[in-house]
């Protein structure tokens, strides 16, 4: 059988924890991102296994031209963080290597509308948490168990 292919967009940032946790889980996930990070998956004893692949997100048809050379398989997930100004062309160069259907998960520092109306998408809105009359950013742990949470609905409902 061959091992299930996760996108993951801006995975060198706040994603690396839901990228080394496809890994751990034994999927192919590919990076596609401006600057290499190694993942701590990057050496995890487990099937999965991570490949970064060096992009320019207001490069869009370079982003999907470099992204395909690496995919075996059409890729099974899309999970992104992306600036808002190039969110919509980098998913929309990205699409042909998606499976048809496959579910898209996006974090967004706010609402944001659908970029792929073809392919089921999880929102995961990152706002500021209110505690005891103030407002801090969600921490690196909570945003990966948000977006977690996200990917496990999108392969349930998929």
Avoid: F
């Amino acid at each position: 059988m061959a091992m299930r292919t996760a996108l993951v967009m801006g995975g060198t940032g706040m994603l690396t924890g839901c990228a080394e946790r496809l890994v751990a889980n034994g999927w192919h996930v590919v990076l596609p991102c401006r600057h290499y990070a190694p993942l701590a998956a990057d050496h995890h004893s487990g099937c999965g296994r991570a490949t970064w692949v060096e992009v320019d997100w207001s490069k869009p048809q370079l982003l999907a031209s470099r992204t395909a050379r690496i995919i075996d398989n059409p890729a099974e997930l899309l999970i992104t963080w992306l600036p808002d100004d190039t969110l919509a062309p980098a998913l929309r160069a990205v699409e042909p290597l998606l499976a048809p259907g496959a579910p898209v998960v996006e974090a967004h520092d706010r609402p944001s509308t659908t970029a792929l109306p073809d392919h089921p998408t999880q929102h995961v809105v990152l706002s500021p948490v209110g505690y005891a009359g103030r407002t801090r950013r969600p921490s690196s742990a909570e945003i990966t168990e948000g977006i977690l949470r996200a990917t496990r609905r999108a392969l349930i409902a998929h």
